[in-house]
């Protein structure tokens, strides 16, 4: 197996285009060795700038790359000066999209050194800007504005790329133009509230937590139901774990089933109760005029980790405290079990995946185990909400597995989130506004790449969005393409959308009006996320997904896209937007000879009007003409019949003659 020939995830013309506000900076080695997980190796350059590594091979059909500073997991060095080993001293990388790259120097040169401590500089600012104080003050948990360069003649800028990046091509921004671009306005709550048709007789926006007093990793407006008054919001909320009380965040206007969210209960050991809480979901199950005999609790835990939060002071519902619902734990291990899976996974795939055992290898990875535990408990939410009842559910604080399971449940039921435009809208409300924490789980520009915290929950999703669009290959607007652009940007910080853990967090940094959205990317370039195979009505609204192992893949083309050879084949995507494009260019051409052609026949009549005696008489004597020569052949046949007869005539005349002799 054989490296790619190139990889230049931006633009694909290695380093002779920079982005906007892309700097070079000092650190440009000559000399560097790239050494293919193959064993190959590649003479060339390496560049860094303020964004990213670019490696440029000597050769123009060698293998080139670069590297976004944000995607960067582990920079290490390894080998020594004295080492004697063929391209055994130089830096490896370890990257967050599931490469590991080696570049080797000669050790006589001693030529690693400054662009290592560059790469650790620049790649892991969340860290670097406080030695020895990694958890306060830093670009990623301080203030935008608190944050300065430590040398103020120095090039270096302690934030990360996006709050420099103003787009390219057709996404491009003007440095003075601090308003929200579109890509920051895709979501709006009472926008998706109208969207929906929900009944506002029975459920209300709320803007209880404009001020991020009651839930500061909940968003500024809730969904919650119309009788219940923001003061009793507020108690309820400080009985659930980090204040996050129940919310809607889906709402069936065919039979008025809702999908609710929250965090576990402050129960403890002791049983602890709440009487506005435990009413609080009541009204939830009342609301729901199809079925409101059962609200279903679906807790994404293992039983055995939801009992083990109640020596925390936390725990789950009782069935005696809260009447009417019915509690059902879904068995989705937490982000330290999901870790040490991605761990074993990316063991399997890097550099190559074994020839032998490989199913039965992937399987001890536990990867696609953890996907269908996903599946299931997607699927007993659809279940319960197409039957007419309604769901609520948490996980311990209801940011991590409670985003999957709703995001996933809502895919499988709204056929809206299934376009690129609800895709969106998806995220925003599931992930983002609700406070999965994106910085924490990623590790974003932080060097602590063992940090407990880290676990491929979003990941995961997108994985799961990908199994149900390999199976309804015709149901979704957006391809492949559009899965793994997110994935990579998601790392790559070249946009705002994925910095911090809340929405809190986010307005204090001024994201929206200092940085562009990576919706702003898919909003300019949507032809390119587009799924040539989409048809809103050949599945129907709901898609019945079934769940069952036989049925899960490992997605190739994300977990062994950096090793596996690249297909022969143009992409089915590449064909049809060339055969739309050429059908465009033909029907531009009908369209313009069609109206020369009606210009020519409007000028002809124009003539024909001058001549009108002529063309009759010309008509008349064509019509003559034409006469004769259909009787010609008549004629002819006629005078062929006659002599025939004639000869027979003198046949029988000299037969007559010859009796008589």
Known sequence: MSWPTSFTQYHGEGIAVLETKEKR??????????????????????????????????DVSGHSFDVPLGSMEKVEKYGGASTRKSHGYGIEITTKDLRVILLAYNPK??????????????????????????????????????????????????????????????????????????????????????????????????????????????PQEWIVPTYI??????????????????????????????????????????????????????????LNHSDSSVLYIQDARPRRNAMANQAKGLGFESASAYRNCELSFLNIHNIHVMRDSLKKLRQLCWPSPPDSHFFAQLDTTGWLKHLMAIFQGAASIVEHITSGCSVLIHCSDGWDRTSQLSAIAMILLDPYYRTIEGFEVLVEKEWLSFGHKFDQRLGLCNK?????????????????????HQYFPCAFEFNETLLIFILDEMYSCLYGTFLYNTPRERIEAHLAERTLSVWDHILAYKKEFTNPLFEPSANGELLQYPVAMKNLKLWNNYYLRWTAPSPSHEHISDQFHHL??????????????????????????????????????????????????????????????????????????????????
């Open 580 to 661: 739309t494009d050429l059908n465009q260019q033909l029907e531009e051409r009908i369209k313009e000879l069609e109206k020369q052609l009606k210009q020519s026949n409007i000028s002809c009549g124009n003539n024909s009007h001058d001549d009108t005696v002529t063309s009759g008489d010309e008509t008349e004597n064509e019509q003559r003409v034409s006469d004769e020569k259909k009787t010609e052949p008549v004629l002819v046949e006629q005078e062929h019949q006659q002599d025939k007869d004639q000869d027979q005539e003198r046949e029988l005349e000299l037969e007559q003659e010859q009796e008589q002799e």
């Open 25 to 58: 900076v000092r650190a440009c080695v000559d000399k560097v060795t790239f050494v293919s997980p193959f064993g190959e190796t590649e003479e060339g350059r390496a560049y860094l700038t303020n964004f990213r590594l670019l490696f440029q091979a000597r």
């Open 448 to 468: 602590n790449h063992s940090d407990e915290q880290r676990s491929p929950v979003f990941l995961q999703f997108i994985d799961c969005v990908w199994q149900i």
């Open 229 to 286: 008054s923001d003061d009793q919001l507020r108690k309820v909320a400080e009985f659930r774990s980090k204040g996050r009380l129940p919310v809607l965040c889906w709402y069936n206007k065919k039979n008025t089933a809702t999908i609710t969210r929250c965090s576990q209960p402050r129960v403890g050991f002791v049983g602890k109760r709440s009487t506005i809480d435990e009413q609080y979901v009541d009204t939830i199950r009342t």
């Open 109 to 218: 040169e001693r030529s690693r050194g400054y662009l290592f401590s560059e790469l650790l500089r620049r790649a892991f600012i969340g860290t670097n800007h406080n030695p020895g104080d990694e958890d306060k003050d830093s670009p990623m948990t301080a203030s935008v504005d608190s944050v300065q360069p430590e040398n103020p003649s120095d090039d270096f800028d302690p934030l990360p790329y996006c709050f420099q990046y103003k787009g390219r091509g057709r996404l491009l921004k003007d440095d003075a133009d601090s308003t929200p671009s579109p890509g920051w306005q895709v979501f709006s709550l009472p926008r998706e509230y109208t969207r929906m048709e929900i009944p506002t007789d029975a459920w209300r926006v709320s803007s209880v937590n404009s001020d991020f007093t009651v839930c500061d990793s909940y």
